[in-house]
């Protein structure tokens, strides 16, 4: 279950918003909102850094919000 539509409602943001963040028209992020077709990773990204989350939240797989720490390249 993705979080998408959860996480842009709990922000009071609107799809067209969202779309142009990801360059996409509003029925294909609606399309997504409602899983009737998938995200693309590259979406996936700016939408967990948008929102400050991870990537895992947003797919459903930790009930974690917090995005993981940031690891130093070594």
């Known amino acids: 279950m993705l979080r998408v539509k959860e996480l842009r ?3 009071d943001i609107k799809q ?24 693309q990773v590259d979406h996936l990204i700016k939408l967990a850094k948008f929102y400050n989350t ?11 919000i917090k995005p ?4 130093s390249k070594k």
């Open 16 to 39: 067209r918003d969202i779309s142009k963040l990801l360059g996409i028209q509003q029925n294909s992020y609606s399309q997504i909102e409602n899983e009737k077709n998938t995200i």
């Open 9 to 11: 409602e709990d922000n």
């Open 68 to 71: 993981y720490p940031k690891t």
């Open 54 to 64: 991870s990537t895992d939240y947003i797919l459903g797989l930790t009930d974690e």
